[in-house]
């Protein structure tokens, strides 16, 4: 499934399904980005990054895609398990800035059994 | 051992009261944040320090005070607490300025009555 982080909207996924989790940002000049997950309860935990010279990026099951030119940010989760549960944050950064990350708004992952 | 620690992890107080919020990282970065999370997991930077130096300070009132003893640590102070001030409050650290991973604590629970 597909959802784009807005206004913290839901994606549903079945265990074992691949999610696919969206992200605007807003700054051209932001060259470093950050998809943080966050439990409840719990703080904002690292899953991957990317900077600005490339346009994509593998992890452990999960993929960052980055498109400069529409400023759009994606994670991939393969095999989506039950414990990737979570809200996803996408941040973006600007080197120039003083390291000052800028949160999108999130995106709620709930994964059925 | 715990990267990022915060204390205390729930607080709840009066309004009018003055309160703060530890912060110890023991990773060695030079790079310190506090982040204010309201009540629609919208993420936001307060501060970072650098050093011991404010690098970024994001037009927060002047009864949030930040202070940081040495590198390690970076305690938020508020004075004349006020409802709105009711949030969660994440401490985070980085190696330094330029464009590293950011690594956030648990987070400490504010509720003002």
């Known amino acids: 499934g597909e959802s784009v982080g807005l206004h913290l909207p839901t994606l549903s996924v079945q265990e074992g399904d691949n999610s696919i989790i969206n992200c605007a940002y807003s700054?051209?000049?932001?060259?470093?980005f950050i998809w943080y997950k966050q439990e409840s309860g719990k703080g904002p935990q690292f899953i991957i990054d990317?900077?600005?010279?490339?346009d994509k990026r593998q992890g452990q099951r999960v993929t960052v895609l980055l498109n400069k030119t529409v400023k759009h940010l994606s994670l991939q989760i393969a095999a989506t398990q039950p414990g990737d549960s979570a809200v996803y944050f996408c941040a973006e950064n600007n080197r120039g800035g003083g390291n000052k990350l800028t949160f999108g708004t999130g995106t709620q992952l709930k994964v059925e059994l | 051992d715990t990267a990022v620690s915060q204390t205390p992890k729930y607080l709840v107080t009066q309004m009018g009261n003055d309160k703060s919020i530890k912060c110890e990282q023991n990773?060695?970065?030079?790079?310190m944040y506090w982040y204010k999370q309201d009540s629609k997991k919208f993420l936001k930077i307060m501060f970072s320090?650098?050093?011991?130096?404010?690098?970024i300070n994001e037009t927060v009132p002047n009864r949030f005070s930040p202070k940081s003893p040495d590198k390690a640590h970076l305690n938020l102070h508020i004075n004349s607490l006020e409802l709105g001030d009711s949030a969660v409050y994440f401490c985070?650290?980085?190696?330094?300025?330029?464009?590293?991973?950011?690594?956030f604590g648990e987070g400490s629970w504010l509720t003002v009555v």
């Open positions: 990317i900077r600005s010279n490339m």
């Open positions: 700054n051209s000049a932001s060259d470093y």
């Open positions: 985070a650290s980085s190696a330094d300025t330029g464009g590293n991973t950011i690594y």
């Open positions: 990773l060695g970065h030079d790079t």
């Open positions: 320090y650098n050093n011991k130096e404010l690098i």
